[in-house]
């Protein structure tokens, strides 16, 4: 079975310490557009000081400026986000196969860490053009 990827969602670095200096490198020199932080079944998050996310033609960048959560795997590492076609499916492939991954929400809300084999960090996210019937 297959994870069933359906597009790029995000990619993300840590700029710990360095979030101005960042902003000003990605969106005043690469002139990126800078948009609200979006996850998902929450409220839009405008002038976070532990980052911001940037957008160009459909796909985000996630600039984070916190503390590591220590705990592989480790969202507010660099990591690559994909969509997905139905994240429970994705849930399910995960513990059938004994990925050991990290979860935030519920539901269609739910994102998902986990890492590939040399450590790093792969997300994904219930792709929100898709509608999960169940």
């Known amino acids: ?18 979030v101005d200096e960042a902003r000003a490198f990605y969106v005043d020199l690469l002139g990126l557009p800078e ?23 459909g796909v985000q960048m996630h600039v984070i400026g916190r503390e590591s959560m220590g705990e592989a795997p480790d969202p507010t590492q660099f990591h690559v ?21 990290r ?7 739910r994102i998902i860490w986990i890492l590939d084999p040399s450590g790093n960090v792969v997300e994904f996210q219930q792709d929100p053009n898709i509608e999960v019937t169940q």
Request: a negative charge; zero cysteines.
């Open 35 to 57: 948009v609200p932080i979006q996850l998902p079944g929450m409220e839009p998050i405008r002038n976070s000081d532990l980052g911001f996310w940037l957008e160009k033609e």
């Open 103 to 109: 979860t935030m929400g519920e539901g269609d809300h």
């Open 1 to 18: 079975m297959s994870m069933n990827i359906t597009r790029m969602n995000h990619a993300a670095v840590n700029v710990l310490g360095k």
């Open 81 to 101: 986000s994909w969509f997905v076609e139905d994240i429970d499916a994705v849930a399910v492939e995960l513990a059938d196969r004994d990925v050991h991954n």
